[in-house]
């Protein structure tokens, strides 16, 4: 057998072991409990976001129906990588196969990849319903709002697809520890024993043209909104506008400043320690402040959660 044969079959069968965030605290288990909370919250989160969405009338709207799906993105976000943790911890196990390494990594650029292009249409939708009102509902009628959030979903899939499946085919004949508390694509890389400059100058074409197409857009929109909002007579107007809009820009800035971060700086701005900091950030700190973001600061929201509040206990008066 030659070599390189052996190192192909070294990599299907030898495990994954991944230091995480417990390895570096001087106090496991308080960190493990506060990760525990916030993954709740951010389930519970942006499940009554979710819940309030699809059960109130008035807010089935395309800006809702895409924050919808932003909540969803990040239920989904979170419980890539913070189950797994939290397990390894209570088991005292921080090994991960191949197969499930290759999975949870799928499962995360494509949410990621997602994300990035679902702000952009959110940023279009807010364009349409403030700078061509007229035209709204024939621009972001169900169909294009389904076709939009389509795309978003096969964008990010396609990304994943690609990065996992050629991440994953490199040989890996050094260390087996990925310092990392999940599956990243640069922390995996930094394990092989090839040549995979070509790969990560590749990889980092391929995120700035998935960073590029969106931030332009956004750009593109906010420029167009902001100059819309200026020219407006109503300063009800104007504040309703710029209220909705700076929550969306508060979202976008907290991801794409992650994200950016991660994938577009030079390899010399990275360390281990950093680079799980700035993860942790948007992989679990952003999923929790998201429908915070959308609720405290949108009185529809609070509104719809106040109306749920008030039918429960009417109800259950009529049971009695």
Known sequence: ???????????????????????????PALLCLVLFLIFLMALSGNAVLILLICSDSRLHTP?????SQLSLMDMMYIFTTVPKMLMDQVMGE???SAPECGMQMFLYVTLAGSEFF????????RYVAICR????????NNRMCLLLASGCWFLGSV??????????TFPFCHSREIHHFFCEVPA??????????????????CCVLMLLIPVTVISSSYTSILLTVLRMNSAEGRKKALATCSSHMTVVLLFYGAAIYNYMLPSSYHTPEKDMGVSVFYTILTPVLNPLIYSLRNKEVTGALKRLCCVRPAIQDMVK
């Open 118 to 125: 679902l702000l952009a249409a959110m940023s279009y939708d």
């Open 133 to 140: 009102p007229l035209h709204y509902p024939i621009l972001m």
């Open 63 to 67: 800006m809702y129906f895409f924050i």
């Open 1 to 27: 057998m030659d070599n390189a044969t052996w190192r192909s079959n070294h990599t299907a069968w030898v495990d994954f072991v991944l230091v995480g965030l417990f390895r570096q605290s001087t106090h």
């Open 188 to 205: 995996v890389i930094k394990l092989s024993c090839s040549d995979t400059s070509l790969y990560e100058t590749l990889m980092y074409l």
């Open 94 to 96: 921080n090994r991960i």
């Open 159 to 168: 990304d994943g697809f690609m990065l996992t499946s050629v991440t994953m």
